[in-house]
Nanobody
Framework: QVQLVESGGGLVQPGGSLRLSCTVSGRSFSPYVMGWYRQAPGKEREWVARITTAGSTRYPDSVKGRFTISRDNTKNTVYLQMSSLESEDAAVYYC????????WGQGTQVTVSS
């Protein structure tokens, strides 16, 4: 059974930084494009970053230049470094296989507030 376990969320002030982690078990990790997503209250889930097996990355304009996705295939882990956080970034953050999604994990809560 594939499991996605996100961690690293918390409370941060506007302009601050956080690093999220997502560890995958139950499926070979390295051949897949991985993505980070978020869902704010009352809004649909949206993707915020993706990374190919070779390390090529893409971001929507809303986070470009502020978020950086990376992966460690030896640890089956994908990371999301977030900086210059804004109130609009507050959400529950999830990871998943970008083109072959599996059931979502619990996510990790990011709160941006002074």
């Amino acid at each position: 059974q594939v499991q996605l376990v996100e961690s690293g969320g918390g409370l941060v002030q506007p302009g601050g930084s956080l690093r999220l982690s997502c560890t995958v078990s139950g499926r070979s990790f390295s051949p897949y494009v991985m993505g980070w997503y978020r869902q704010a209250p009352g809004k649909e889930r949206e993707w915020v970053a993706r990374i190919t097996t070779a390390g090529s990355t893409r971001y929507p304009d809303s986070v470009k230049g502020r978020f950086t996705i990376s992966r460690d295939n030896t640890k089956n882990t994908v990371y999301l470094q977030m900086s210059s956080l804004e109130s609009e970034d507050a959400a529950v953050y999830y990871c998943n296989f970008f083109f072959d999604p599996v059931p979502w994990g619990q996510g990790t809560q990011v709160t941006v507030s002074s």
